[in-house]
């Protein structure tokens, strides 16, 4: 497993909010979790939830190596004094007029974009035809201890094992602050809410298995280490309502009138234009 890869796997287990998260740095330039999102759905066309849930982790870790390599790669071009030669100052220049113009072409389409409006009723129809679109598979809210060696995890498992309830929770938290390698450990081994899939084969084989309010009885062997998991909720599967949904499916059908909207927009364009 490659750097980026475990990178990019150990911020899942450590139950990261995807936002502005820094995921790495590179020579002190932050990588965020939003610079590859906003990735990925320039390379989706903003249809990133249509791509298989089980694509979507071996995506992001793809667009983590490639952000990781033009940091490198610009850092050693600085340190090299390649942004004060003179092909790289003509360059620059070619590649500003051209960002002119695509700078424009974006801002006038994103006011065409914005212009196009979808009824209330339009919106309601397409949510109740599409339900299973946003249906929501089930997830999990758990903690973990991550530590080295097997010896280490059986004795924590031991620490916690007479316990149940409130007493388990509390001490699990504790071990977790004091014992854990991982990412989450500061925050008690916090995982947060994943789905199914979104963790290491051997973890998420596991989690998915135990009950509530419970700790495993025997160390989770993964790439990273050895893990003993408390499993602190479940939520069911479920249906997305309307409210939440509503402002992706108002930017979906958006973007589908505004393909047909263009084609008369630019059709006009061409008659006025003189093109020999």
């Given at each position: 497993?490659?750097?980026?890869?475990?990178?990019?796997s150990?911020l899942?287990?450590?139950?990261?909010?995807l936002?502005?998260t820094?995921?790495?740095t590179?020579?002190?330039?932050?990588?965020?979790?939003?610079?590859?999102?906003?990735?990925?759905?320039?390379?989706?066309?903003g249809r990133?939830?249509?791509?298989?849930a089980?694509?979507i982790?071996?995506?992001?870790q793809q667009?983590?190596?490639?952000?990781v390599g033009?940091?490198?790669?610009?850092?050693?071009a600085?340190?090299?004094?390649?942004?004060?030669?003179?092909?790289?100052?003509a360059?620059y220049?070619?590649?500003?007029e051209?960002?002119?113009k695509?700078?424009a072409?974006?801002?006038?389409?994103?006011?065409?974009?914005?212009?196009?409006?979808?009824?209330d009723?339009?919106?309601?129809?397409?949510?109740?035809?599409?339900?299973e679109?946003?249906n929501?598979?089930?997830?999990?809210?758990?903690?973990?201890?991550?530590?080295?060696?097997?010896?280490?995890?059986?004795n924590?498992?031991?620490?916690?094992?007479?316990?149940?309830?409130?007493?388990?929770m509390?001490k699990?938290?504790?071990l977790?602050?004091?014992?854990?390698?991982?990412?989450?450990g500061?925050?008690?081994?916090?995982?947060g809410?994943?789905?199914?899939g979104?963790?290491?084969p051997?973890?998420?084989?596991?989690?998915?298995?135990?009950?509530?309010?419970?700790?495993?009885?025997?160390p989770?062997e993964?790439?990273?280490?050895?893990?003993?998991i408390?499993?602190?909720?479940?939520?069911?599967?479920?249906?997305?309502?309307?409210?939440e949904?509503k402002?992706?499916?108002?930017?979906?059908l958006?973007?589908?009138k505004?393909k047909?909207?263009m084609?008369?927009?630019?059709?006009?364009l061409?008659?006025?234009a003189?093109?020999?």
């Amino acid at each position: 497993m490659n750097t980026a890869t475990k990178l990019l796997s150990t911020l899942l287990l450590s139950g990261i909010a995807l936002s502005a998260t820094t995921l790495v740095t590179v020579n002190g330039k932050a990588i965020t979790q939003s610079e590859v999102d906003n990735e990925l759905m320039n390379a989706t066309q903003g249809r990133l939830n249509e791509v298989p849930a089980n694509r979507i982790n071996e995506l992001r870790q793809q667009v983590l190596q490639q952000l990781v390599g033009k940091e490198l790669i610009y850092g050693d071009a600085k340190n090299t004094g390649i942004l004060k030669t003179k092909e790289y100052e003509a360059e620059y220049k070619k590649q500003e007029e051209r960002m002119k113009k695509e700078l424009a072409v974006q801002v006038w389409q994103k006011k065409q974009l914005n212009s196009i409006k979808i009824s209330d009723k339009d919106l309601k129809s397409y949510y109740d035809k599409n339900k299973e679109e946003f249906n929501q598979k089930e997830t999990l809210h758990a903690r973990h201890i991550l530590v080295k060696t097997e010896d280490e995890a059986k004795n924590i498992i031991a620490q916690i094992k007479p316990l149940s309830g409130e007493k388990l929770m509390s001490k699990f938290i504790e071990l977790a602050k004091e014992k854990s390698t991982g990412p989450s450990g500061p925050k008690g081994g916090d995982l947060g809410y994943f789905a199914d899939g979104q963790m290491v084969p051997a973890f998420n084989k596991k989690v998915f298995s135990m009950k509530v309010g419970t700790a495993t009885l025997s160390p989770v062997e993964t790439n990273f280490g050895f893990h003993v998991i408390y499993l602190e909720d479940k939520k069911a599967a479920a249906t997305r309502t309307y409210k939440e949904v509503k402002a992706f499916i108002e930017q979906r059908l958006k973007m589908e009138k505004f393909k047909s909207y263009m084609k008369d927009v630019m059709k006009k364009l061409h008659e006025k234009a003189t093109i020999k």
